[in-house]
């Protein structure tokens, strides 16, 4: 791989601590790749004895699949390369005697720390979910922060921090009893350990002889000493970041790192790099001018030797279900006139939440694609929940579906009793389902038992036959209906509003399911079964491309977007409120959100699309659209606004006597 001479440095300096601070597409990561060879090949490192960080799984893929390319796959073997936690995880694993940790301890997600946290603090928090959720990120924050829990007591002042410091110490005390650890303990133990134990660190320092850590500027306090642990005096190592990318405050992420880094080590080296080799010279000077708006830690400029290239373009969608379609029309049309490969499109958004609509207009329209980060649709806990009702009235012998829903609403049917029901079955070489219709099950299960299992199987033949009638969508209605779906995620949910969003999806899913029984001028209607394996295999067939990586239009988060690159990128979204976020325009931290629409913008290397729409619907309210600022502040004579008329030039609209973003505003306002 080709480098440049500011890259050249960056990869052949490695007798001390070594920063590239560069700017997006200047080849940090290249540098990286291209280091973790050198080191093999040329300084006598053993691959075991390095260690490369990146702050997501799928970056940690891709930079071991490029290392293993560059420097053949047996040379790669060995290597460390991994997220942080990951890399946590390894050391708590192989030192878990030390930590006084049973091997088989078991790490608990988001959900399950929410549900122990009400569990603990029902006397104090009431159950209050606003509380409990403020409580779990005041402990994140503390771990990160790697303060324990008797230093948050001495450090907390008002009422409520005290509570929560209170709480925090039992939950750690719990924690441990459930031999359990979260997300934050992956680090904060680590660190903890490696600062307190000698030995250990002389061991981890004998076994990671040099460290590159990427997307440096997201790090957190907990991480950064981690690094600063596992170098100790000797400090061979590199790190590669972009101040202007830093996109995790949020989650404690410390920009300020990168000047520390410079008082902790005298001896650093900095690089910069200023060629951008990944986007057209329009995209990097939009990239420039809307950053450019942002306070600064390092001054940086950044050109690019490709081409000028297309201009940028604004698409203005009526709402946010046309904004949808025009993105798939656009690709498509797209796609059809370059000859290009959906593999090539990426299409961005602020929230989660945006994916949704996304989906179904590229579902609709047959076009394949992977949604990164986040759930997908079917992989949602209530679609699959649903889904798997309508598989069992389809289907009765799918006792996957079964042992899914058979209890869900909770009806009183144990895990005791489903293991003899299953027993049972097995011996009778019959489905469960069967199972509970068969006059012999009567011996093996108490009265109570049966009559539970008996009530919800005649619940689904009720459902089948109302369904075989050719009532299907009646019959859908009516079983979501009679199982009290919506009280049961407003019990399970972690707020009104979670619920909600997952209502919302239920009602998507019917609205999707009765299209298809009804079917439209393009498709004939389906009968029930039909539309069950059709929705069962698009379900399958997205669990497979998890693994093949084949020609999908991509789909993530700007957050997840980070540190990728794809020939052709659309932004949706682009309004005031949604980016930047209507929470950091409260908060007065618009500059986050600025940094956010950067890392969107550099990930595109040849076209980019803004999507805006006139009006969106928002917690079940009409509301009028305003493009984002961002998109004012970008550089207007790169920028096609769509329906605007013709260009006119800068003379023209000087005898006007009105500003560019003037008139933008006033014909969004038409
Ligand atoms: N010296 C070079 N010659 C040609 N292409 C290069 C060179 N250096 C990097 N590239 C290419 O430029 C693109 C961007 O590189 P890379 O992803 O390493 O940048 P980065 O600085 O890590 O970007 P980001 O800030 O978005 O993470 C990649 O396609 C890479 O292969
Ligand atoms: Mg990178």
Same mark, same amino acid.
């Given at each position: 791989?080709?480098?440049?001479? $500011?890259?050249?440095? %960056?990869?052949?300096?490695?007798?001390?601590?070594?920063?590239?601070?560069?700017?997006?597409?200047?080849?940090?990561?290249?540098?990286?790749?291209?280091?973790? /060879?050198?080191?093999?090949?040329?300084?006598?490192?053993?691959?075991?004895?390095? %260690?490369?960080?990146?702050?997501?799984?799928?970056?940690?893929?891709?930079?071991? =699949?490029?290392?293993?390319?560059?420097?053949?796959?047996?040379?790669? *073997?060995?290597?460390? !390369?991994?997220?942080?936690?990951?890399?946590?995880?390894?050391?708590?694993?192989?030192?878990?005697?030390?930590?006084?940790?049973?091997?088989?301890?078991?790490?608990?997600?988001?959900?399950?720390?929410?549900? @122990?946290?009400?569990?603990?603090?029902?006397?104090?928090?009431?159950?209050?979910?606003?509380?409990?959720?403020?409580?779990?990120?005041?402990?994140?924050?503390?771990?990160?922060?790697?303060?324990?829990?008797?230093?948050?007591?001495?450090?907390?002042?008002?009422?409520?921090?005290?509570?929560?410091?209170?709480?925090?110490?039992?939950? #750690?005390?719990?924690?441990?009893?459930?031999?359990?650890?979260?997300?934050?303990?992956?680090?904060?133990?680590?660190?903890?350990?490696? *600062?307190?134990? &000698?030995?250990?660190?002389?061991?981890?320092?004998?076994? !990671?002889?040099?460290?590159?850590?990427?997307?440096?500027?997201?790090?957190?306090?907990?991480?950064? &000493?981690?690094?600063?642990?596992?170098?100790?005096? *000797?400090?061979?190592?590199?790190?590669?970041?972009?101040?202007?990318? +830093?996109?995790?405050?949020?989650? $404690?992420?410390?920009?300020?790192?990168?000047?520390?880094?410079?008082?902790?080590?005298?001896?650093?080296?900095?690089?910069?790099?200023?060629?951008?080799?990944?986007?057209?010279?329009?995209?990097?000077?939009? /990239?420039?001018?809307?950053?450019?708006?942002?306070?600064?830690?390092? =001054?940086? /400029?950044?050109?690019?030797?490709?081409?000028?290239?297309?201009?940028?373009?604004?698409?203005? #969608?009526?709402?946010?279900?046309?904004?949808?379609?025009?993105?798939?029309?656009?690709?498509?049309?797209?796609?059809?006139?370059?000859?290009?490969?959906?593999?090539?499109?990426?299409?961005?958004?602020?929230?989660?939440?945006?994916?949704?609509?996304? =989906?179904?207009? @590229?579902?609709?329209?047959?076009?394949?694609?992977?949604?990164?980060?986040?759930?997908?649709?079917?992989?949602? #806990?209530?679609?699959?929940?649903?889904? %798997?009702?309508?598989?069992?009235?389809?289907?009765?012998?799918?006792?996957?579906?079964?042992?899914?829903?058979?209890?869900?609403?909770?009806?009183?049917?144990?895990?005791?009793?489903?293991?003899?029901?299953?027993?049972?079955?097995?011996?009778?070489?019959?489905?469960?389902?069967?199972?509970?219709?068969?006059?012999? @099950?009567?011996?093996?299960?108490?009265?109570?038992?049966?009559? +539970?299992?008996?009530?919800?199987?005649?619940?689904?033949?009720?459902?089948?036959?109302?369904?075989?009638?050719? =009532?299907?969508?009646?019959?859908?209605?009516?079983?979501?209906?009679?199982?009290?779906?919506?009280?049961?995620?407003?019990?399970?949910?972690?707020?009104?509003?979670? #619920?909600?969003?997952?209502?919302?999806?239920? +009602?998507?899913?019917?609205?999707?399911?009765?299209?298809?029984?009804?079917?439209?001028?393009?498709?004939?209607?389906?009968?029930?079964?039909?539309?069950?394996?059709?929705?069962?295999?698009?379900?399958?067939?997205?669990?497979?491309? &998890?693994?093949?990586?084949?020609?999908?239009?991509?789909?993530?988060?700007?957050?997840?977007?980070?540190?990728?690159?794809?020939?052709?990128?659309?932004?949706?979204?682009?309004?005031? *409120?949604?980016?930047?976020?209507?929470?950091?325009?409260?908060?007065?931290?618009?500059? &986050?959100?600025?940094?956010?629409?950067?890392?969107?913008?550099?990930? /595109?290397?040849?076209?980019?699309?803004?999507? !805006?729409?006139?009006?969106?619907?928002?917690?079940?309210?009409?509301?009028?659209?305003?493009?984002?600022?961002?998109?004012?502040?970008?550089?207007?004579?790169?920028?096609?606004?769509?329906?605007?008329?013709?260009?006119?030039?800068?003379?023209?609209?000087?005898?006007?006597?009105?500003?560019?973003?003037?008139?933008?505003?006033?014909?969004?306002?038409?």
């Amino acid at each position: 791989m080709k480098l440049n001479p $500011g890259q050249n440095d %960056a990869v052949h300096y490695v007798s001390g601590p070594c920063l590239v601070l560069a700017g997006a597409g200047s080849g940090k990561t290249r540098v990286i790749i291209n280091k973790i /060879a050198y080191l093999v090949e040329k300084c006598g490192y053993k691959a075991r004895n390095i %260690a490369a960080v990146t702050f997501t799984n799928k970056a940690a893929r891709e930079m071991k =699949e490029r290392v293993a390319q560059s420097m053949g796959r047996k040379e790669a *073997r060995g290597l460390w !390369i991994s997220t942080f936690h990951t890399l946590g995880l390894e050391i708590i694993k192989r030192e878990h005697k030390v930590l006084g940790l049973k091997a088989g301890f078991s790490l608990f997600d988001d959900q399950d720390t929410f549900a @122990l946290l009400k569990e603990l603090t029902q006397d104090e928090l009431d159950e209050d979910k606003d509380l409990i959720k403020a409580l779990a990120s005041a402990i994140s924050n503390w771990k990160g922060g790697l303060v324990i829990p008797q230093q948050a007591r001495k450090m907390v002042k008002d009422e409520q921090g005290q509570l929560f410091a209170m709480l925090y110490q039992r939950y #750690a005390q719990h924690m441990k009893a459930y031999n359990a650890l979260d997300f934050d303990d992956l680090i904060l133990i680590p660190t903890l350990l490696l *600062r307190m134990n &000698e030995e250990v660190r002389t061991r981890w320092q004998t076994r !990671i002889q040099y460290l590159l850590v990427d997307e440096y500027q997201d790090t957190n306090t907990s991480q950064y &000493e981690l690094v600063k642990l596992l170098v100790g005096e *000797r400090a061979r190592f590199t790190v590669v970041g972009d101040d202007d990318q +830093s996109i995790y405050s949020w989650r $404690g992420a410390k920009p300020q790192n990168l000047v520390l880094l410079g008082s902790d080590f005298p001896k650093l080296k900095l690089i910069k790099l200023e060629q951008n080799y990944r986007s057209s010279q329009r995209i990097l000077r939009a /990239a420039n001018i809307l950053i450019a708006n942002n306070p600064h830690v390092y =001054e940086k /400029a950044l050109f690019s030797d490709l081409a000028y290239g297309e201009p940028l373009r604004v698409l203005i #969608a009526a709402n946010e279900e046309q904004e949808a379609e025009r993105v798939v029309a656009e690709i498509i049309r797209h796609k059809f006139v370059g000859r290009t490969q959906f593999g090539q499109y990426a299409i961005l958004y602020r929230g989660n939440h945006q994916s949704r609509l996304l =989906e179904r207009a @590229l579902m609709t329209n047959r076009i394949p694609y992977k949604l990164s980060g986040g759930t997908s649709f079917f992989a949602r #806990a209530e679609i699959k929940d649903i889904m %798997a009702y309508l598989r069992l009235v389809v289907n009765p012998d799918d006792d996957n579906a079964f042992l899914r829903v058979v209890n869900l609403p909770k009806r009183g049917i144990g895990p005791a009793t489903l293991e003899r029901l299953g027993n049972f079955a097995n011996q009778k070489h019959i489905s469960m389902f069967e199972a509970i219709f068969d006059a012999g @099950l009567n011996h093996e299960l108490a009265p109570a038992a049966v009559k +539970s299992l008996y009530q919800f199987g005649q619940f689904i033949v009720d459902t089948g036959e109302i369904a075989k009638r050719g =009532e299907s969508v009646d019959a859908i209605k009516k079983l979501i209906r009679s199982i009290n779906y919506e009280d049961y995620l407003y019990e399970t949910s972690t707020s009104a509003k979670a #619920a909600e969003m997952r209502m919302k999806n239920i +009602s998507e899913l019917y609205r999707w399911v009765t299209e298809m029984l009804e079917g439209d001028e393009l498709d004939e209607p389906m009968t029930l079964p039909e539309v069950v394996t059709r929705l069962t295999l698009r379900d399958m067939m997205e669990r497979n491309s &998890e693994d093949e990586g084949g020609d999908q239009v991509q789909l993530m988060t700007l957050h997840a977007s980070k540190g990728l690159e794809f020939p052709f990128v659309f932004m949706v979204g682009v309004e005031e *409120r949604i980016l930047p976020h209507q929470s950091s325009i409260d908060e007065d931290n618009v500059d &986050e959100e600025r940094r956010l629409a950067y890392v969107g913008i550099t990930r /595109a290397q040849r076209e980019l699309w803004f999507v !805006i729409c006139r009006e969106r619907r928002q917690f079940g309210e009409t509301m009028r659209c305003e493009p984002s600022r961002f998109l004012m502040e970008l550089p207007q004579d790169d920028l096609i606004w769509e329906n605007r008329k013709p260009q006119q030039t800068e003379q023209q609209r000087m005898a006007t006597g009105k500003s560019n973003i003037a008139n933008l505003r006033d014909m969004f306002k038409k």
